[in-house]
């Protein structure tokens, strides 16, 4: 299990980056820089964000309800397939390994799922976006 203190000291900055994203795009783009391009449609980073809080359980079970709510729909998919890589490393460079793995296993199991899943243009939106 995670330093829940550990992971606490983090909470503001990402309590600040999840307000941000949905208001101000210049303080968007500085708290997802990896999104200057296109914004995200979906509330994906700040659900997750919440999850993360209350630990690895939520943050799986915001997983499970994301991943069969949006299976079926490429764009919002890819969408959180990306934010799921982008937890991943936020989480190891803050030095949280709990949550760097838990990211990780979700990452592949949505990858594999879009791989697996998607055909013809559809695929190709998913690696075009993740690539």
Request: charged content about 30%; proline content about 2%.
């Amino acid at each position: 299990m995670a330093d829940m203190n550990k992971v606490r000291s983090i909470m503001p900055l990402i309590r600040a980056m999840s307000h941000y994203g949905s208001s101000d795009k210049e303080k968007f783009e500085c708290a997802y820089p990896e999104y200057q391009t296109q914004r995200p449609e979906s509330t994906f980073y700040a659900d997750f964000s919440v999850a993360d809080v209350y630990g690895e359980k939520s943050i799986q079970d915001t997983y499970n309800r994301s991943f069969n709510g949006w299976k079926s729909n490429v764009k919002m998919f890819t969408e959180m397939t990306a934010m799921l890589n982008h937890k991943l490393w936020f989480w190891y460079e803050c030095g949280i390994e709990e949550y760097a793995q838990l990211y990780d296993k979700l990452w592949k199991e949505a990858d594999a799922y879009g791989m697996d899943n998607f055909k013809d243009d559809e695929l190709k939106y998913f690696l075009s976006v993740l690539d």
